[in-house]
């Protein structure tokens, strides 16, 4: 699956896009990316385990679907957005 990185999260990973295979849900593609890109995670979770900032799975939010429950296909493209900062 396509993995597409946004903003400061670019900066982080140092890609604006990836390939992974081998993960069934959000919540595992997380961790994988965590492992790959450290402090991925902390950046995208906040403290109560919510989402912080935004991941679509084909264009859908993850948070009107299974959250990190979400099932992922190989021929998925996930966005992945920072939190939206400003004020």
């Known amino acids: 699956m396509k993995v597409k990185f946004y903003a400061t ?5 140092g890609k604006k896009e990836i390939e992974i295979s081998g993960v069934r849900t959000v919540g595992e593609l997380l961790d994988k990316l965590d492992k790959m890109f450290p402090g991925i ?3 995208l979770i906040d403290e109560d385990g919510d989402v912080n900032g935004m991941i679509l799975v084909n264009g859908h939010n993850i948070v009107h679907l299974k ?4 099932e992922l296909k190989e021929e998925d493209v996930i966005h992945v957005f920072p939190p939206a900062g400003g004020g």
């Open 9 to 13: 999260l670019r900066d982080l990973t």
């Open 41 to 43: 995670k902390k950046e």
């Open 67 to 70: 959250l990190w429950d979400t």
